[in-house]
């Protein structure tokens, strides 16, 4: 009976309460609960990052059907070794994490979300009143590389519980002016979470996609008076040859209108499609290259479609100067077809916003497809 | 006491339980099934499909070696992706040693099988459909190896496919043979590929029944395709590709296309009825590509092109297209047809020694009683005629392919 006694309070304790775990590598198996990672932990209230958990944020983000994400980086220990181009070099034991979320339109959870300014933590607490978590997407960097794993929050909003197979949920999104949209939200399968994360498709090795210098090389969100790279290295987050802010790489703000529209509309395709669109990545077999240095056919310019299909909108090249009517590379970001939009994962809407940018900075190329 | 161990544990769990619900989706019951068996395959697996018709409202996605998926026959094993909200594909492949038989793929959003950068491959009585016909809203590629090493793609049947039914683009040593392909704009392409031999199939009513092409900008051009023993008829199917697309400018009524690429064998093939010619042969400046979008090291012109002991007939007398219809209305009269081989005229005027090359280092033909008609493409069709003389011509023979590792015959 006493071993009865001491499996009830094991079991018990494994249900967790209000003690949260502190944050944990599990470097072979994969918890069915988020929570199991100490990477945070929320109460219907209020989401709190787990100790030593660092938010961190980019230059230009991925449009993902316009959820506000939160990210995090945490190492069990060491230190992330600096890249002057590619994804920071990251040691075993490292979790990163990208949680969804929306701003709730109306007073109960019905599904109707809506535009919403930035929401984040502060001091490491992110208020959860009006808004509704989605997902939460863990990369962990074990022994034999990067794995990933999609989370999805339960109803309660109190924890999430892994689904490797991903989920479509029906939303209906409110846009600024008025129009209600349903569509559907598309949580990844983890073999989706390689399509993008892949980003060498002979390799095939997972890598991170966001923490780039490029993307990391601004005023930090959390602590203003660093900028964040600076903040990385000041933290012990960040070593290796990196000599100051000012001669690393930097992505544009997409959404600063007093940065040059060239480097706010390459900021944007890179973030949103180099992942793929590189020399080495899954969509070489285009022959498209939207990586920030590329140039002529490479970018698109007058560059006719390989594989398109439905893809080419009927237009003829994909960027023709000038003319972001008959320019694929606009229609494809237009377009909600599955069959024919860009990115293939991670929207299910069109990004307004990100369109009319990419559009503004075609019709102000000038020269003509001969 | 085992009894209130488990009760007790039951309890506990339970407790645990009703904090974690989920917002799972209602009804996934397969598609849960497939997908969890995607992810979970171990090299060696065998996953099989029943027999039945399964809905999917998301791409699938396989990325481990060594997988064979199979179903219980292409008509019997039908997943539909009628109801798809997500993927650009029906299922994407990014895996090597894969081998996937006996199912079909029916109404995928985008392509409905794709694989890219993978070595040994087989696909075997696959069919992929759009069942609603020839629409240009269809998916583009029904079958679709690309960036693909070593691959055999056998007894598939493939209807209605947007852009091409049968595709390989960018691979190496490749074997097409007793497919089928019907109504796709076009039937069987060859894209960007070196060494393939496609042989004893089926291409009829496509737009373009066999296409053999090089596009620009791409990792690697293609050159040494044999064409052999097929059957090439009837594909008059009006182009429904989207404005764009490389094959939206193949005319309705082609039998076999060689656009740009290098070294084509075209022989022991039946080709007939295709109503604006059974053979074409024609450079990328004929397609309405940009000369500024094109790479630099890019060889557009045709070179290497042999033909030789087909079965052709009943081609050319309704050919698609202005220049073609004013050309053949011309020079045959309204009834008649154009000659069975049909060439574009381009050549590169500085390819050897700063001259062009012989016409015999470009296109030979030795076709019983066929004539060719070089159709002056680079002059606006001024000067069109007939060149059986210049292009009676032999060339050195292409070696068969041979599939190596596991696909070694």
């Not at chain 2, 154009?338 to 574009?344: A, E, G, H, M, R």
Request: proline share 6%; charged share 20%; hydrophobic share 40%.
């Amino acid at each position: 009976m006493r071993k009865l006694a001491a499996l009830l309070v094991l079991l018990l304790a494994a249900c967790g309460g209000d003690e949260a775990p502190p944050p944990t590598f599990h470097g072979d198996n994969n918890p069915q609960r988020l929570s199991d990672w100490g990477m945070m932990a929320a109460d219907q209230d209020a989401l709190q990052l787990g100790d030593g958990v660092t938010p961190y944020d980019l230059a230009t983000p991925l449009f993902t059907d316009y959820a506000l994400k939160l990210r995090t980086v945490w190492m069990a220990e060491g230190a992330a070794t600096y890249d002057p181009e590619d994804a920071f070099d990251f040691p075993v034991g490292t979790v990163l994490t990208k949680t969804f979320f929306y701003p709730v339109k109306g007073d109960e959870w019905t599904g109707a979300v809506s535009y919403g300014d930035e929401h984040t933590v502060k001091d490491g607490v992110m208020t959860l009143d009006g808004y509704r978590l989605m997902e939460t997407r863990i990369l962990v960097r074990r022994d034999a590389g990067w794995a990933a794993l999609p989370y999805i929050w339960n109803d309660d909003q109190t924890d999430a519980v892994l689904k490797r197979t991903g989920a479509v949920m029906p939303l209906t999104l409110h846009r600024p002016d008025g129009r209600a949209e349903d569509f559907a939200y598309v949580v990844p399968n983890a073999n989706q979470c390689a399509a993008c994360h892949a980003t060498n498709a002979i390799t095939k090795a997972l890598q991170p996609i966001g923490p780039k210098a490029r993307h990391l090389n601004k005023r930090s969100t959390f602590s203003p008076a660093f900028n964040q790279l600076d903040y990385w290295i000041a933290a012990g987050l960040l070593t290796g040859d990196f000599t100051d802010d000012a001669t690393a790489k930097q992505s544009a703000d997409w959404t600063d209108g007093s940065l040059p529209l060239a480097a706010r509309a390459r900021a944007y395709l890179d973030i949103n499609c180099s992942h793929c669109h590189n020399p080495g990545g899954a969509a070489d077999t285009s022959g498209l290259d939207l990586e920030p240095d590329a140039t002529g056919p490479a970018m698109g310019h007058c560059k006719s479609p390989i594989a398109a299909g439905s893809g080419s909108g009927g237009r003829p090249f994909d960027i023709v100067p000038g003319h972001p009517e008959q320019s694929i590379t606009v229609f494809r970001m237009e377009t909600t077809d599955p069959g024919a939009m860009m990115p293939e994962l991670g929207r299910s809407t069109a990004h307004d916003e990100g369109v009319a940018l990419v559009a503004q900075w075609i019709a102000e190329m000038e020269g003509a497809c001969g | 006491m085992k009894f209130w161990i488990i009760a007790a544990a039951a309890l506990a769990l339970t407790a645990c339980g009703e904090k974690a619900t989920t917002s799972t989706p209602a009804d996934a019951s397969y598609q849960e099934t497939l997908m969890t068996q995607l992810l979970d395959a171990q090299p060696g697996d065998i996953i099989e499909i029943p027999e039945g018709t399964f809905s999917f409202d998301r791409s699938l996605s396989l990325a481990v070696d060594g997988v064979t998926i199979r179903g219980q026959g292409m008509d019997k094993s039908i997943l539909t992706f009628k109801d798809q909200v997500a993927g650009a594909e029906g299922l994407i492949v990014t895996a090597s040693d894969f081998t996937i038989e006996d199912l079909a793929i029916e109404d995928t959003k985008g392509d409905a099988l794709k694989i890219t950068k993978g070595e040994n491959i087989i696909i075997r009585r696959v069919r992929t459909e759009w069942t609603g016909g020839p629409k240009t809203s269809n998916g583009a590629y029904g079958i679709y190896p690309v960036q693909t090493k070593n691959v055999l793609m056998e007894e598939n049947v493939a209807i209605a496919a947007a852009d091409a039914g049968l595709y390989i683009g960018q691979s190496q040593n490749v074997v097409v043979r007793n497919n089928r392909a019907e109504y796709n704009v076009a039937g069987i392409e060859i894209e960007n590929t070196m060494d393939a031999d496609v042989y004893g199939n089926v291409a009829t009513n496509n737009t373009g029944g066999i296409l053999v092409f090089n596009m620009p900008n791409l990792s690697q051009p293609g050159a040494r395709t044999r064409v052999f023993n097929n059957d090439v008829t009837n594909n008059n199917t009006k182009n429904f590709g989207h404005k764009g697309t490389p094959v939206a400018s193949i005319p309705a009524g082609s039998g076999v296309v060689v656009n740009s690429n290098d070294q084509v064998e075209i022989f022991g093939n039946r080709i007939t009825g295709n109503k604006t010619a059974n053979i074409i042969v024609a450079s990328v400046y004929s397609s309405g590509l940009s000369q500024d979008g094109m790479s630099a090291d890019f060889d557009p012109y045709p070179e290497g092109i042999y033909v030789y002991d087909n079965e052709l007939g009943d081609g050319g007398k309704n050919p698609d297209g202005l220049d073609l219809q004013a050309l053949k209305i011309a020079k045959f009269g309204p009834l008649g047809a154009l000659p069975d081989v049909l060439w574009d005229g381009f050549v590169n005027p500085d390819k050897r020694d700063g001259a062009a090359l012989p016409l015999t280092e470009i296109l030979c033909v030795q076709n019983d009683g066929s004539e060719i008609i070089n159709v002056d493409a680079p002059n606006g069709y001024k000067n069109p005629r007939l060149a059986a003389r210049d292009h009676d011509c032999a060339m050195e023979k292409l070696t068969p392919i041979t599939l190596t590792g596991p696909l070694a015959e």
